[in-house]
């Protein structure tokens, strides 16, 4: 059973970082797509940055520059390092894996982020 469990969200000010964490277990993709997406109220979830399992990454226009997409494979752990944060990336941000794809096959709970200015 596939489980993705996030954490490290939080409410900061403009300009502030946080470090948001999924905790991974039980997949058995031997090519996969992780990643994160975003959504915030009365807006369609969007993706935000992926990594593939040949470490390529992705990440949305919006994004490029000021988040940094990684991963711990010793600890299954996937890392959405978020700088210069802005009240516009205030959103329940997901953790997503697949095989492939990187729309997102399985999927975590969320974990909240809010950016005030």
């Known amino acids: 059973q596939v489980q993705l469990v996030e954490s490290g969200g939080g409410s900061v000010q403009s300009g502030g970082s946080l470090r948001l964490s999924c905790a991974a277990s039980g997949y058995t993709y031997s090519s996969y797509c992780m990643g994160w997406f975003r959504q915030a109220p009365g807006k369609e979830r969007e993706g935000v940055a992926v990594?593939?399992?040949?470490?390529?990454?992705s990440y949305a226009d919006s994004v490029k520059g000021r988040f940094t997409i990684s991963q711990d494979n010793a600890k299954n752990t996937l890392y959405l390092q978020m700088n210069s944060l802005k009240p516009e990336d205030t959103a329940m941000y997901y953790c997503?894996?697949?095989?492939?794809?990187?729309?997102?096959?399985?999927w975590g709970q969320g974990t909240q982020v809010t950016v005030s200015s």
């Open positions: 990594i593939d399992s040949d470490g390529n990454r």
């Open positions: 997503a894996v697949d095989g492939g794809s990187c729309l997102g096959n399985y």
